[in-house]
């Protein structure tokens, strides 16, 4: 399986790391990844789109 964090081969240990920006997320997981994406990525790809595509191992 593969998804944007797979191709740019981000790490699937925490921390979580955005795909396009390489901005580190604090705490143990997505916290404002919403926010996040919709205020800087929304216009290269729709953060529901990027949500659903993440893998299995990335996305928990
Ligand atoms: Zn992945
Ligand atoms: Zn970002």
Not at 30 to 54: C, M, N, Q, T
Request: proline residues 5%; aromatic residues 10%.
């Amino acid at each position: 399986m593969s998804c944007k964090c797979c191709e740019k081969k981000i790490s699937i240990e925490r921390p979580r790391q955005c795909p396009e920006c390489g901005h580190i997320f604090q705490g143990n997981g997505w916290d404002g990844i919403d926010a996040h994406w919709r205020a800087k990525h929304e216009a290269v790809l729709p953060y529901k789109e990027f949500w659903e595509s993440l893998c299995k191992e990335h996305k928990s």
